[in-house]
């Protein structure tokens, strides 16, 4: 692929995923954190499957229970969590915390045995002390933090199940449909759990749509091509992007004064990412092909 296309694709899918914290944010104050999401997903996964009716569907009700597992936590568990935890924290603090899902990747990987290379376990030490710094000086441990811990961790577990059932299927056709059922659970539980409204105007109009067609469907298909057409561990090594650009978004959108520390958190959290998916110009071990593999597969999901 051109050098020029590819820098230019690469920036415009980690500028979109990292606008999608700011503007969930900025559709919350007119709606609720789960029936935003919610609707996002149904009509993200719905127009997904759609597009992909003409690919091999899921067969069997075994097949229905892995995407609707996934669902559970991919759509409703990251960004369910991700939403709420912005109600106490900015955008942008959401960003970074979710951005260290590769490093709770390694720590797993190591629980189950497996054996990194110390710049991975020097990118995990990095990009936790990131996070402590981003919260720690706070000296508490507010709600906020607590969430979107909880949808890094959904993250993690997300990629597990989707490195176990991936194989079996097609990568859009699970995507759509993983969204489409993770959709409709969130709105079962913004229904059950939240006292749902949602405040039409052109705001809440502009965010939905910008959710649904640019965060999630353009960025899908973008980001897909991309895995497609170059190298994957490269590619997947540029999302320390992403809480870049939501920060900086965050600022622009919403007003959000972010403090010295939470630059200082950001960076080193940023840089910690890049260690852990940094294959370095050397043969890679079997260790950090796995992982770079799983996080491909992760993200061919993500939208």
């Not at 991919?74 to 991700?82: D, I, L, N, P, R």
């Not at 899902?101 to 936790?128: C, D, E, H, K, N």
């Not at 919260?135 to 949808?151: K, Q, R, T, Y």
């Amino acid at each position: 692929m051109n050098i020029y296309k590819y820098t230019g694709l690469l920036l415009l899918t980690t500028f979109l995923m990292g606008t999608a914290y700011p503007a969930a944010k900025l559709g919350m104050m007119h709606t609720t954190p789960l029936m935003l999401m919610g609707l996002r997903f149904l009509f993200a996964g719905g127009l997904l499957a759609v597009f992909s009716a003409k690919r091999p569907q899921p067969r069997g009700a075994k097949s229905w229970l892995q995407i609707l597992l996934l669902g559970l936590f991919q759509s409703v568990g990251v960004m369910g969590f991700t939403a709420y935890s912005m109600r106490w924290i900015t955008s942008g603090e959401s960003a970074i915390i979710s951005s260290t899902s590769p490093l709770m990747l390694i720590l797993w990987g190591a629980l189950m045995g497996t054996a990194y290379r110390v710049r991975q376990w020097f990118g995990v030490v990095i990009g936790f002390i990131g996070v402590v710094i981003t919260f720690g000086i706070h000296l508490s441990v507010n709600p906020g933090m607590v969430f979107a811990l909880a949808g890094a961790a959904s993250f993690t577990v997300a990629t597990l199940i989707i490195n176990h059932i991936g194989p079996a299927f097609d990568k859009r056709v699970l995507a759509a449909y993983q969204m489409l059922l993770g959709g409709v659970m969130l709105l079962i539980f913004s229904f059950a759990g939240e006292k749902p409204s949602f405040e039409l105007n052109l705001t809440s109009a502009s965010v939905v749509l910008w959710l649904v067609l640019f965060c999630s469907i353009i960025q899908f298909t973008t980001w897909f091509y991309l895995l497609s057409h170059s190298d994957p561990g490269k590619t997947s090594l540029f999302l320390f992007l992403v809480p870049i650009f939501s920060v900086i978004f965050s600022w622009l959108l919403l007003g959000e004064q972010i403090a010295w520390y939470v630059y200082v958190g950001g960076a080193l959290t940023c840089v910690g990412v890049f260690l852990v998916n940094w294959q370095g110009s050397s043969n890679s071990q079997p260790a950090e092909e796995n992982l770079s593999g799983t996080l491909q597969m992760q993200e061919e999901m993500e939208a």
